[in-house]
């Protein structure tokens, strides 16, 4: 829906590739307990997005304090993109800022900026 979304508005995301998982906060797949979500990765421009949709807004909730630890713990080793956008039951979150703050408005989505310091979230 979200990856048609994209397409739609004419800014990319022409082909996607879909898995489902379930991701802990290192994005080791398949770990019991974790809320299962939806992957589609594709492409807006030159930069990658992945997009993960979950079953509900409270999945969704529930998933976020994992989310943002995966993020600044990579973020730590390697520097990146903290910024993403997040509807009511899914994230696009890109490897740039930019296109975050691109999309937020064609979803009617959230643009949300993860902070760390070191390798832990902060609120």
Not at 56 to 68: E, F, G, N, Q
Request: net charge negative; aromatic share 4%.
């Amino acid at each position: 829906q979200v990856a048609e979304a994209i397409k739609a508005s004419g800014l990319g995301c022409d082909t996607a590739d879909l898995v489902s998982v379930s991701t802990n906060k290192l994005g080791v797949p398949d770990t019991p307990g974790l809320p299962k979500s939806d992957v589609v990765d594709c492409e807006i421009g030159d930069d990658d997005i992945t997009i993960t949709l979950y079953a509900d807004h409270a999945t969704l909730l529930s998933a976020l304090p994992m989310v943002r630890q995966g993020v600044c713990f990579v973020n730590a080793t390697q520097p990146g993109n903290l910024t993403y956008a997040q509807g009511n039951n899914w994230i696009v979150f890109p490897e740039r800022a930019a296109t975050a703050v691109r999309l937020a408005p064609s979803l009617h989505s959230s643009v949300q900026t993860v902070r760390c310091h070191g390798s832990q979230p902060t609120p």
